[in-house]
């Protein structure tokens, strides 16, 4: 059967990780089959993982958060996160930051609760994160961009410039890490169909987004970020 794989890690011994839609946590290591690893897994939609420097793994699934320490088959749900849909990380050295359904909460995977960072962004659902120097970008349903510092948190919108406040992708730019890239999209109210998508950029020490429609600025986005 196809597996609709959702996210992608690499080992640094050759391991390749797949996280999956309804088929849950895959891993091929060198010279062997795929194989499932999924004990303690109680959702198997998983929507993103990461890697902390220590190899720790974390998997966000629709229902909840998972950790598995380097080398260990075996996955322990975060506690706090029960039920939420976990759609992106980002992992600040000994800290990871988890995206989710309810909010932008922060931990590591020696603590057992997360708390939610502090600031204006609340409850507000996260879909994707990114960081540029010292700040933390953070992309939301419907609400735009919100940034916080580094180990502070005070989230603030930062939507100057932004025509659309759904966002589904941030990334910093390989080629310019002091920049940030946003990818949107809006969508028909008739029959939900992908109307207009769009990319804005944010370089350290400015502002305000400018827009940049079409072309390749978005069809990197949406395949590198969202």
Not at 90 to 107: C, P
Request: proline share 1%; charged share 25%; aromatic share 14%.
């Amino acid at each position: 059967d196809d597996i609709f794989v959702k996210a992608l890690g690499f080992g640094d011994k050759g391991e390749v990780y797949a996280g999956s839609y309804g088929r849950g946590f895959w891993v091929k290591e060198k010279g062997k089959d795929w194989e499932g690893r999924n004990r303690g897994i109680y959702n198997s939609n998983i929507l993103t993982m990461a890697f902390s420097d220590k190899g720790e793994m974390f998997a966000g699934t629709k229902q909840g958060l998972y950790i598995s320490a380097k080398g260990d088959d075996n996955w322990i749900e975060v506690s706090g996160l029960y039920g939420m849909k976990v759609n992106a990380f980002l992992v600040d050295g000994k800290q990871v930051y988890a995206g989710t359904s309810n909010g932008l909460f922060i931990g590591s995977a020696s603590e057992k609760g997360w708390k939610r960072v502090d600031g204006d962004i609340g409850y507000m659902p996260v879909t994707s994160l990114a960081r540029v120097g010292n700040f933390v970008y953070a992309g939301t349903d419907s609400d735009g961009i919100f940034r916080g510092e580094t180990g502070k948190g005070g989230f603030k919108a930062m939507n100057d410039g932004l025509e659309n406040f759904r966002v589904n992708g941030t990334c910093a730019e390989n080629f310019e890490p002091s920049c940030l890239r946003t990818s949107s999209a809006s969508f028909a109210a008739a029959d939900d169909t992908r109307d207009v998508n769009f990319s804005a950029g944010f370089c350290k020490g400015e502002e305000t987004w400018s827009k940049t429609q079409g072309g390749f600025f978005t069809e990197h986005l949406l395949r590198e970020c969202g």
